[in-house]
């Protein structure tokens, strides 16, 4: 009885967790949302902008989506990262929550997420795979303490709930 408890309470909270966030993030005003992902992101990849490995994205647009949330942007580099509203990117790189943090935790392979068609790339395919391999070159380690915490505390709660299914 406990174990099916458990089960329902799980898939309501996969179906529910994403609903509330996309009506959370369209009250926030787009600028605010450019302005925060552009200061995280400058903080997740110091070390790689400091070491010049995202020269590939000098002149390019990736845009990220986010679709169970509804979370759509652009990322480039000029001499630090860049993020601009969603308009016309070079590639474009597709997943949902779930799937995006198992991979920044390194419990889920963005190929077998590929493969799975959870993470889709289109457009500059040469391009959408280096920014792939630029995200499994990130170690949980080097990001903020609150940030790797989070995303660790995440991961064991979705593979818990997605074990449950």
């Given amino acids: 009885m406990a174990q099916a408890f458990t089960q329902q309470l799980s ?3 996969l179906h529910f967790a994403p609903q509330v966030s996309r009506r ?4 926030m005003p787009e600028a ?3 302005i925060v992902i552009n200061k995280l992101l400058n903080l ?3 070390e790689q902008l400091k070491a010049d490995e995202l020269h590939f ?3 390019k647009w990736v845009g990220i989506c986010v679709d169970d949330i509804g979370l759509r942007f652009e990322v480039g580099v000029e001499q630090q990262l860049r993020v601009r509203a969603f308009t016309q990117p070079d590639v474009t790189l597709s997943a949902n929550v779930p799937e995006l943090i198992l991979v920044a935790a390194g419990k889920e392979d963005p190929d077998t997420l590929f493969f799975q068609r959870k993470l889709r790339i289109e457009g ?3 391009l959408g795979l280096e920014v792939k391999n630029l995200l499994l070159s990130i170690e949980l380690d080097s990001l903020p303490k609150p940030a790797r ?3 660790e505390q995440l991961a064991k709660v979705l593979q818990t709930l997605t074990a449950s299914e």
Avoid at 24 to 27: C, E, M, T
């Fill in 57 to 59: 994205l000098k002149q």
């Fill in 124 to 126: 500059d395919t040469e």
């Fill in 149 to 151: 915490i989070g995303i």
């Fill in 32 to 34: 605010l949302k450019i």
């Fill in 11 to 13: 898939a309501h909270l």
């Fill in 44 to 46: 997740v990849l110091a």
């Fill in 24 to 27: 959370s993030l369209n009250l």
